[in-house]
């Protein structure tokens, strides 16, 4: 299980004053509003920072870090990940899950066949998508509804699914 959690990508410097813009990746931007700390994940280390303010424009956050006060400082960063630490993520609602939990479960049809692994989920707006890399199938995608997804078992790392005709 992830001990850190992704919420945004910097896209590209904000202005000159070491501000970045922010694609958010979780599902509630304005959870921003209340973050203290995040990592900067450049993929060889995970910086910590501290978040000075946060603005927003269209769909990015525009966020500040304290002590990064020139452009200079800061766009080496750009195409990092924002982390939060596990304890600081938003809480999830019932049947609600992280989607760093969820990468690399079976899956498993209502009849017990295996049908892939869970290797992608792709966020649509109405729905999640789920993107099962099968043996048999190849890519499957599976929309992340009550009437396909009959159960998720994140102790076993399962997932039961029913497929609808013309899924595959």
């Known amino acids: 299980m992830e001990t850190r959690l992704q919420v945004g990508i910097i896209s590209s410097t904000h202005g000159i004053r070491g501000e970045v813009k922010v694609f958010p990746t979780t599902d509630d931007a304005n959870r921003f509003k209340n973050l203290k700390k995040v990592y900067l994940n450049t993929g060889k280390e995970q910086i910590p920072c501290e978040v000075q303010h946060v603005k927003f424009f269209k769909q990015f956050v525009i966020v500040k870090f304290k002590g990064i006060d020139n452009i200079n400082d800061i766009e080496m960063?750009?195409?990092?990940?924002?982390?939060?630490?596990?304890?600081?993520?938003?809480?999830?609602?019932?049947?609600?899950?992280?989607?760093?939990?969820?990468?690399?479960?079976?899956v498993y049809t209502e009849d017990g066949e295996k049908l892939g692994i869970l290797k992608d989920v792709i966020e649509t707006g109405a729905n999640d998508v789920y993107v099962i890399a099968s043996e048999k199938y190849g890519e499957v995608l599976v929309p992340a509804i009550k009437q396909c997804i009959l159960d998720v078992d994140m102790e076993q790392g399962r997932m039961e699914i029913h497929l609808l005709d013309g899924l595959i």
């Open 77 to 106: 960063y750009k195409g990092s990940s924002l982390l939060v630490d596990r304890e600081d993520a938003v809480p999830l609602e019932e049947d609600e899950y992280y989607i760093a939990d969820m990468l690399g479960m079976e």
